[in-house]
């Protein structure tokens, strides 16, 4: 009989905390966000858009971190020129994992 034990831990951090899209009227933009993580083991994160907008869109919702890997998620946005206040063109990215309190980014779009 064989037991194998695996320690480790994970570390996720991401490139920026906040991240401003351009795109000229009626053009979409994108920008990316770099999560990496400087842990032992692998980490599954989940991503979503808070509040969810019409004009945003996650390229995945889901990814997995390597150990001191990193991967990259992009964030899409037409901005709305006829939007009521400068609030309806920006969300944050919500970042969660299962051992991981939540991280928020703030996405600018204009």
């Known amino acids: 009989f064989n037991l194998q034990v695996i320690v480790g831990m ?7 905390t906040t991240l401003s899209i351009s795109a000229s009227r009626g053009k979409s ?3 990316t966000l770099m999560l990496m993580n400087t842990g032992n083991i692998s ?5 979503y858009l808070k509040p969810q907008r019409d004009n945003f ?14 991967s990259s998620v992009h964030v899409n ?5 006829t939007r009521r206040t400068p609030h309806d063109n920006t969300v944050k990215v919500v970042l969660k994992s ?5 991280k928020y980014i703030s996405v600018l779009g204009e």
């Open 10 to 16: 994970h570390k996720l951090q991401v490139n920026q």
């Open 57 to 70: 869109a996650l390229s995945i919702d889901n990814v997995v971190v390597p150990a001191r890997g990193v």
């Open 98 to 102: 299962t051992l991981h309190a939540l």
């Open 29 to 31: 933009g994108r920008g």
């Open 77 to 81: 946005c037409t901005p709305q020129p």
């Open 43 to 47: 980490i599954y994160v989940d991503m």
